[in-house]
């Protein structure tokens, strides 16, 4: 049974890592550098204040991770964290869950969260023996669902006013993957994949 405290995924040119506690102030900075660039589709950046908020985040994520709840992981790239991306709440009854991710500003457009993504999916099915993964993203946030479309999730519908985002409710589309589609796309992720 894997540990998901002490994993290390690879891909063509990122690894996922699991976060540890250390990272915090790390992942701070990168969250106050690409600010505004986040705030716009995530609503818990304004919740993120100091080295102290994203420590108590990463605790919960460490307990989470111990309890075999959930998954986190940095996503690095050359040695450098650029971003985030982790499960939500594992559904091992009903083997399902969902995915989510985001990335630095000052590395977006260079496929990492399509690669990333890709090579948690591998994981998920191939390790953990999941059923099922969704993504859902807002409607209008064009590169989250170009990604999503790209690894080959269906559309399955839209979700109407489904997250506030300061003041705003953004409906999001939802996606879904069986593990039978993903063996059907494998092909699709050969390239983020370690050959």
Known sequence: ????????????????????????????????????????????????????????????????????????????????????????????????????????????????????TAVLMAYLFDNLKLHRIYIQAATDNEPSNRVIRKLGFKLEGVLKENERIREVFLDHNIYGMMEQDFRGFKERFAPYLPR
Do not use: C
């Not at 990168?30 to 818990?44: A, Q, V, Y």
């Not at 977006?108 to 399509?114: D, F, M």
């Open 1 to 116: 049974m894997d540990d998901f405290n002490s994993l290390t995924l690879r891909g063509s040119r990122v690894v996922l890592k699991s976060i540890e506690l250390e990272e915090a102030e790390a992942l701070f900075n990168l969250i106050d550098g690409s600010r505004e660039h986040l705030t716009k589709w995530l609503p818990w950046v304004d919740y993120v204040r100091s080295v102290d908020d994203e420590r108590h985040i990463v605790e919960q994520w460490i307990y989470e991770m111990q309890m075999r709840a959930a998954i986190h992981l940095s996503i690095i790239k050359d040695g450098e964290m650029s971003g985030i991306i982790s499960t939500h709440q594992i559904d091992w009854l009903n083997q399902r869950t969902s995915i989510g991710y985001w990335i630095a500003k000052n590395r977006t457009r260079n496929h990492l969260a399509t690669e990333a």
